[in-house]
T-cell receptor
Framework: RKEVEQDPGPFNVPEGATVAFNCTYSNSASQSFFWYRQDCRKEPKLLMSVYSSGNEDGRFTAQLNRASQYISLLIRDSKLSDSATYLCVVKGGATNKLIFGTGTLLAVQP | DAGVIQSPRHEVTEMGQEVTLRCKPISGHNSLFWYRQTMMRGLELLIYFNNNVPIDDSGMPEDRFSAKMPNASFSTLKIQPSEPRDSAVYFC?????????????FGPGTRLTVL
């Protein structure tokens, strides 16, 4: 079983739609959680951290459920520029090593 | 400020040749990571360094791969001899060890093709 699992998609949605991505992780000792975004043929970049109480950044909302070892990302009012691969990322306790999911591809269409 | 710098950006080589990938981390960062990305396996951590010291190389696929960090501003990943299955995008990333700072900044990657 992979340490971080995501639905690879693709998710094809119209502009203005709301879309949600889910991710599960296997290591219950994981301490920190993130969503990274990767555009086609580019490097990954941090989108947002995920906090236990849930957090929002504009149109993006991230949630964490430690009991179920589950992370989510909600994008409201999606834009064409949101088209990218979204990577779920988990960090262990004592190490600064990040474990990346294989990513979920989002295609927002006009 | 310059981000993480990688060279070359593209490399095409023949099976059996030696390949050296280079990385300059962001100034002041004291952790450096080498990743490999393929369609099949996604982004995999190969090795990482803290303060120029290798901490975890469990992701290095085999002895053909080696990595060094002779100083805080330079690292290399070497493949010798290269094989077609090594074809992938290799990313270098850097971060600080400061408490609460977890963001890793990635370089643009080296796209390696082994024929």
């Amino acid at each position: 079983r992979k340490e971080v699992e995501q639905d690879p998609g693709p998710f094809n949605v119209p502009e203005g739609a709301t879309v949600a991505f889910n991710c599960t992780y296997s290591n219950s000792a994981s301490q920190s959680f993130f969503w990274y975004r990767q555009d086609c043929r580019k490097e990954p970049k941090l989108l947002m951290s995920v906090y236990s109480s849930g957090n929002e950044d504009g149109r993006f909302t991230a949630q964490l459920n430690r009991a179920s070892q589950y992370i989510s990302l909600l994008i409201r009012d999606s834009k064409l520029s949101d088209s990218a691969t979204y990577l779920c990322v988990v960090k262990g306790g004592a190490t600064n090593k990040l474990i990346f999911g294989t990513g979920t591809l989002l295609a927002v269409q006009p | 400020d310059a981000g993480v710098i990688q060279s070359p950006r593209h490399e095409v080589t023949e099976m059996g040749q030696e390949v050296t990938l280079r990385c300059k981390p962001i100034s002041g960062h004291n952790s450096l990571f080498w990743y490999r990305q393929t369609m099949m396996r996604g982004l995999e951590l190969l090795i990482y360094f803290n303060n120029n010291v290798p901490i975890d190389d469990s992701g290095m696929p085999e002895d053909r791969f080696s990595a060094k960090m002779p100083n805080a501003s330079f690292s290399t990943l070497k493949i010798q001899p290269s094989e077609p299955r090594d074809s992938a995008v290799y990313f270098c990333a850097s971060s600080t060890l400061a408490t609460g700072s977890n963001e890793q900044f990635f370089g643009p990657g080296t796209r390696l093709t082994v024929l």
